[in-house]
């Protein structure tokens, strides 16, 4: 298996308390799929990204990429975070080139990054700094840059949440036609059904409360994959249904725990 | 292009004034000289060349005092930014030392060190570590984790995470700590050269209040304040500006 998580819990710990925010995670990633988290806020989605990142120690059980256990960030995982996260101190050949300069030779590199600069169509801003660029703009240079350094697994943390509607769908299509092109393995984060659907091979949805998996759903529709193609709609209901439940969960604790003070 | 004619018009404005409050006779005139007195003065000092020798130490002063501060300054708050255990046992007393006004160091350099020029370079590094370490140890600690968390994720870490990212990162905190220092330093070497035996603009001005020339005194209190504002305007200003655009955290 391509990418394996066993057993995995996270739990925070201060001087009294221990904080668990999911534990038992078992999940077999094939690769060159296209997978969806999808989850309520506060389910441990992203943090469970970041473990496969290497950015958060992993506190039970183990994370395999290619049969080896991830314990610190890699080049192998390339990350899009919901900022950007550019160095404002570059320009967007600059930040594109960043991971790849030490590893390659300067033409093998500089070459790559003008194809991955050509895939999210910015060649034409290659010596823009990022302050001149949108929202969305950013966001694809960051998808540049983590995919120059050729990752086994691109790892996504709801990169197109602080985007407007018409750039997010613009950017979920392009996004599709990337992964196509590059036949990467992706982990999308989202909290966005209909985006969970319209971009996956596969949704893992997870529950709260304790943080678990609550359904792997197998998204076999043909792409583009249009909001209002009936299957879209009536997976969309069904899967919205069993986060209900999340919810209603969460809101019921809330509501409890005001009226019992 | 209007602004400047604001600026022109304030000051001609405020000339009037003085020559006014001359002309009434408010105070004597030995006292309270006219801008055209003020003015022949300039002209004397800078046409026999003693106000040119007195610039010529300052900047000697404020250079070498200025670019030792910044170094002192920036390794104290690499120092302080990186170790929380340092930050702890002495940020606290960084602060102290930098609320104090350079003029109440000049007793203590010039028992140590004598009426010499290094007395009151030595004042001016005082003048200017301290801010600069303060905004160094900040520029450190204010390096946006998300920035970090991205570099690591390229595989970036240790002592190349320190140099590719947060030097850089820390630029725009580090050039208002350069501003500051400046500021700073200048101020400090004023009050050091007043209480020093020259030779420099402060010196110039204490000997010229000695011998009551007031028009002297007021034309170095204007050339003090011109550099000031000049430097301050265009080279620091300027500088911090263009790198807070850069770094996008400008709203222009």
Redesign the interface.
Known sequence: MFLELKQVGKRYKDQQNQFEVFSDIDLSIEENQFVSILGPSGCGKSTLLSMIAGLENVTEGTILLEGEEISKPGSDRGMVFQEPSLFPWLNVKNNVLYPIKKQLPKQEAEERVKHFLKMVHLSKFTNHYTYELSGGMQQRVAIARALSMDPKVLLMDEPFGALDEQTRDLMQDELTKIWQKTNKTILFVTHSIHEAIKLSDRVIVMGIRPGRVIADIHVDLPRPRKRSNPDVVKLESQVMDLLKVEIDKVLKEEIDYEASN | MKLAIKRILFLVVVVGIWQLVVAMNVFPPVVLPGPLKVLEALYDGFASGSLLVALGASFKHLLIGLSLALLFGTILGVILGKSRQADETAGMYLIALQSIPSIVWVPLSLMLFGFTEFAVIFVVVLGGTFVMALNVRSAIQNVPP??V??A??????GAELFY??EI??S?PYYMTGVRLAWAFSWRALMAGELLSNGPGLGYSLQFASDFAKMDQVIGIIIIIGTIGAIVDQLVFSKLEKNVL????LLNT
């Open positions: 998300q920035l968390k991205a690591r994720t390229m595989g970036t870490s590719r990212v850089p990162a630029i655009k850069r770094w996008g």
